[in-house]
């Protein structure tokens, strides 16, 4: 590099695998979160459901009772389309750090968007059925809400969403002259 020339680093690439990892980590804490709907004496997650009965006598402790949650086909389902969404990101993640540290590999990058874009289409799809099966299925007479769980399962997408777009950029055919 001659002392006239400048060269332009743009940190797309790195930026989008730095979202898939977010993603990631986002998926796997929201799969295992136990709180995706709560009320005052129930709680649901991915695994299981709780409830809490009253106690019989003042001194004694509520008691939880938990039963799996893998009976119903709507949240076998969402399991299926959520784990299939989190092992597509994580192809996705793996491919994309290969190709970043070799530096030559950018056919791959097409190939991890269509991943990551897969992925927020399976999310989407597990993250819309979720809340309507839910409320159709399932009527608390008391109040209840979408828990921390359900909110980062949608961040996970999100950040899915930006990863995908980031890896299609193309920043390698842009000319010197527009900067």
């Known amino acids: ?13 790195l930026i989008a695998v730095l979202c898939v990892f977010l ?6 804490v929201a799969l295992l979160s136990p709180a995706w709907v709560t009320a005052d004496h129930f709680s649901l997650s991915l695994w299981e459901s709780c409830s809490r009965s009253e ?4 001194a004694q402790e509520p008691q939880w009772s938990c039963f799996s949650t893998l009976t119903s086909d709507w949240q076998i389902a969402t399991l299926v389309l959520l784990v299939a969404g989190a092992v597509a990101t994580l192809v996705a993640f793996l491919v994309a750090l290969i190709s970043l540290c070799q530096g030559t590999q950018r056919r791959h990058y097409r190939t ?5 874009f897969t992925a927020v289409v399976l999310q989407a799809c597990a993250l819309v059925l979720y809340p309507i099966k839910f ?5 608390l007479q ?8 359900y909110g980062l399962g949608w961040g996970a997408t999100i950040f ?4 995908g777009i980031l890896f299609c950029l193309r920043t390698d055919i842009y000319e010197d002259a527009v900067y």
């Open 142 to 149: 008391t109040y209840h809400e979408f828990n921390w769980g």
């Open 112 to 116: 991890v968007a269509v991943f990551l």
């Open 160 to 163: 899915m969403l930006g990863g």
């Open 135 to 139: 409320i159709d299925g399932t009527v």
């Open 1 to 13: 590099m001659s002392v006239n020339e400048v060269y332009v680093f743009r940190p797309f690439k």
């Open 23 to 28: 993603a990631l980590c986002l998926d796997v």
């Open 55 to 58: 106690p019989r006598h003042p």
